[in-house]
C-alpha cells in the first residue's frame, strides 16, 4: 500500500464511515470559470494518491430539475486487495464490488442501512479495486445550494451546511443511488462528471483516519481520510489530524 507523508452528524454517516457555514462561502480557491475536464491521469492514480487531489475538485449532478454543481471538501482511500477497510478486501469480487474492479474513472454506488447511498470514485487500473469515498461536498452557488435543500425537504437542525456534511446525506441532496453505479464521471454529458476545480495544492488539507471502520483492525488507524481544514462543509473535524503535503 502507497503511504502518504503526513498531512455524531446525525444521519447515517455516523456509520460509513458539525459546523456552519453557507454556499458558496468558503475560503477554497473557486473553480475556473470555463468548466474543464479533470486531467485523464488522476483517474489511473491508486486511490491514496487520487483522494487528497480529488479535494476543491467540481461534482456536477444533472437532474431533471437543473444541473447542481458542488466542491469536493473531504474524502476516504480504500484502496487494493490487503485494506482490510475496503469491499474488496482479499479480492472479494461480488456484484456489489464488480464495479470496484473496473478502469478508473466510474462511479461506485452503494447502500446502506437499506436506505442511504455512498458515492465512490474508481481509480487505477483494471482489476485492480481501488476506490475513493466522497464523504462531503459544498454547493457552489445559492440556486446550487437550494435545489440540494429541496431534494433534502428536512435539513437536520436546521443547519446550512448539514445538506452535504456527510456521504449518505449528499447522495440524498444530489439525488444519487444505486442507478448511477457505473456511471462514467469522466465526459461531461451524463448524469454524474467531475471537472477541474481551484489549485489543490493551495489548501490547507489535513489527513486523520476514516470514520466508523473498527472491522480494519490494523488499517482503522490509517490517516487515509483527507479534508480542507476548517472548511465548514466537512462531516467531522479529527482534534489529532495532521497536515498533508503533496
Known amino acids: 500500500m502507497d503511504t502518504l507523508r503526513y498531512s455524531s452528524p446525525d444521519g447515517p454517516e455516523d456509520h460509513e464511515?458539525?459546523?456552519?457555514?453557507?454556499a458558496a462561502n468558503s475560503s477554497a480557491p473557486h473553480a475556473p470559470a470555463s468548466p474543464q475536464a479533470l486531467s485523464p491521469e488522476l483517474y489511473s492514480l491508486p486511490a491514496l494518491k487520487a483522494a487528497p487531489r480529488?479535494?476543491?475538485?467540481?461534482?456536477?449532478?444533472?437532474?431533471?430539475?437543473g444541473e447542481i454543481r458542488c466542491r469536493i471538501v473531504e474524502t476516504e482511500s480504500y484502496g487494493g486487495v490487503e485494506d482490510k477497510g475496503s469491499h474488496a478486501y482479499a479480492a472479494r469480487r461480488t456484484p456489489r464490488t464488480e464495479t470496484m474492479f473496473h478502469p478508473g474513472g466510474e462511479a461506485y454506488v452503494y447502500l446502506i442501512y437499506g436506505m442511504y447511498h455512498c458515492l465512490n470514485l474508481v481509480t487505477g487500473p483494471a482489476d485492480d479495486p481501488q476506490a475513493v469515498l466522497i464523504r462531503a461536498v459544498e454547493p457552489l452557488t445559492p440556486h446550487d445550494a437550494a435545489l440540494m435543500q429541496c431534494y433534502r425537504a428536512r435539513i437536520p437542525g436546521g443547519k446550512a451546511v448539514n445538506v452535504s456534511n456527510g456521504p449518505g446525506k449528499l447522495c440524498l441532496a444530489l439525488r444519487i443511488d444505486k442507478s448511477l453505479n457505473g456511471c462514467s464521471l469522466i465526459q461531461p454529458g451524463g448524469?454524474?462528471?467531475?471537472?477541474?476545480?481551484?489549485?489543490v495544492s493551495s489548501l490547507n488539507i489535513v489527513q486523520a483516519p476514516r470514520i466508523n471502520i473498527p472491522y480494519a483492525e490494523e488499517y482503522a488507524e490509517e490517516p487515509w481520510r483527507f479534508y480542507i481544514q476548517d472548511h465548514p462543509y466537512v462531516s467531522i473535524r479529527d482534534k489529532n489530524a495532521r497536515p498533508f503535503h503533496f
Open 191 to 199: 448524469p454524474l462528471h467531475l471537472e477541474q476545480g481551484g489549485d
Open 54 to 65: 480529488l479535494l476543491n475538485q467540481i461534482l456536477v449532478r444533472h437532474t431533471e430539475d
Open 17 to 22: 464511515r458539525a459546523g456552519s457555514g453557507t
